[in-house]
T-cell receptor
Framework: SQELEQSPQSLIVQEGKNLTINCTSS?????LYWYKQKYGEGLIFLMM?????EEKSHEKITAKLDEKKQQSSLHITASQPSHAGIYLC??????????FGKGTRLHILP | EPEVTQTPSHQVTQMGQEVILRCVPI?????FYWYRQILGQKVEFLVS????????KSEIFDDQFSVERPDGSNFTLKIRSTKLEDSAMYFC??????????????FGQGTRLTVV
């Protein structure tokens, strides 16, 4: 079955520093979603990647999908307290649902 | 900006009671979903709904669960006889087309269900 592994599970970063979160799939993806969840709250859509090698940016967040469409990375530049939360990658398997990873908890130290 | 809204934000119920979680999807969306997240665990797919019927459901979505679109705007999840292990955050989502077609899914803020 489709499994998504996210790393690291938890990340503590000094404000202003850059960071990267990874998401690896056991199978080739039709597409990959990145969502952000604030603790105990809903999921906020960040980006969706569809093509191998694709890269998208939104403000200080950049996500890439590798050529084989099995690995994605989310990079935050010059992190801010507002970036704190749980980052979830979600796999689009080509059917009618998203399979999520366990998430990466990001803490930003002032 | 259009959004998915869920009510209530928090529901406490006694074991064995029926609960109905309500969602108002984005108005021009055609596909509706329920996901749940048990505290500290993954967000898990429960069910997808299109054209007034279930299009896909997970193993979690057993006979205790049902979904309905009673009118043109609401989408509900009913749990007939709640169990302690049903305690979780339940997320409603909607999309213009099937998420398998690489379509963005918009999630609501969630309903935290606590079964006591």
């Amino acid at each position: 079955s489709q499994e998504l592994e996210q790393s690291p599970q938890s990340l503590i970063v000094q404000e202003g520093k850059n960071l990267t979160i990874n998401c690896t799939s056991s199978k080739t993806l039709y597409g990959l979603y990145w969502y952000k969840q604030k603790y105990g709250e809903g999921l906020i859509f960040l980006m969706m990647l569809q093509k191998g090698g694709e890269e998208k940016s939104h403000e200080k967040i950049t996500a890439k999908l590798d050529e084989k469409k099995q690995q994605s990375s989310l990079h935050i530049t010059a992190s801010q307290p507002s970036h704190a939360g749980i980052y979830l990658c979600g796999a689009d398997k080509g059917d009618d649902k998203i399979i999520f990873g366990k998430g990466t908890r990001l803490h930003i130290l002032p | 900006e259009p959004e998915v809204t869920q009510t209530p934000s928090h529901q406490v119920t006694q074991m064995g009671q029926e609960v109905i979680l309500r969602c108002v999807p984005i108005s021009n969306h055609l596909y509706f979903y329920w996901y749940r997240q048990i505290l500290g665990q993954k967000v898990e797919f429960l069910v997808s709904f299109y054209n007034n019927e279930i299009s896909e459901k997970s193993e979690i979505f057993d006979d205790q669960f049902s979904v309905e679109r009673p009118d043109g705007s609401n989408f509900t999840l009913k749990i007939r006889s709640t169990k302690l292990e049903d305690s979780a955050m339940y997320f409603c989502a909607s999309s213009e087309s099937m998420t398998g077609l690489n379509t963005e899914a918009f999630f609501g803020q969630g309903t935290r269900l606590t079964v006591v």
